[in-house]
């Protein structure tokens, strides 16, 4: 089983910064993917951004070229850089990593403000 531990959300104005982290531990020789989901009050679980253990990346629409996912697999750590935010980006921010299983954090609240 793999554990996940996010931090780095928080409130910020529109157009401001934030940096997500999520550390993993436990059975981490299994994981393969790595990424971001979101959920908004009142809407649907989303794909925010994913990397593969090469490095491959994808992103929702909405957040490519402001959103930057990257990973150190020396420290199982996915990291996301959330630049130019929008309050539409307002939003639980949940990290996962797919393995023997699939594993979820806890969540952090992102919060921007018009």
């Known amino acids: 089983q793999v554990q996940l531990v996010e931090s780095g959300g928080g409130l910020v104005q529109a157009g401001g910064s934030l940096n997500l982290s999520c550390a993993a531990s436990g059975s981490t020789f299994s994981i393969n993917n790595m990424g971001w989901y979101r959920q908004a009050p009142g809407k649907q679980r989303e794909l925010v951004a994913r990397?593969?253990?090469?490095?491959?990346?994808i992103y929702v629409d909405s957040v490519r070229g402001r959103f930057t996912i990257s990973r150190d697999n020396a420290k199982n750590t996915v990291y996301l850089q959330m630049n130019s935010l929008k309050p539409e980006d307002t939003a639980v921010y949940y990290c996962?990593?797919?393995?023997?299983?699939?594993?979820w954090g806890q969540g952090t609240q992102v919060t921007v403000s018009s």
């Open positions: 990397s593969t253990r090469g490095g491959s990346t």
């Open positions: 996962y990593a797919d393995g023997l299983e699939l594993n």
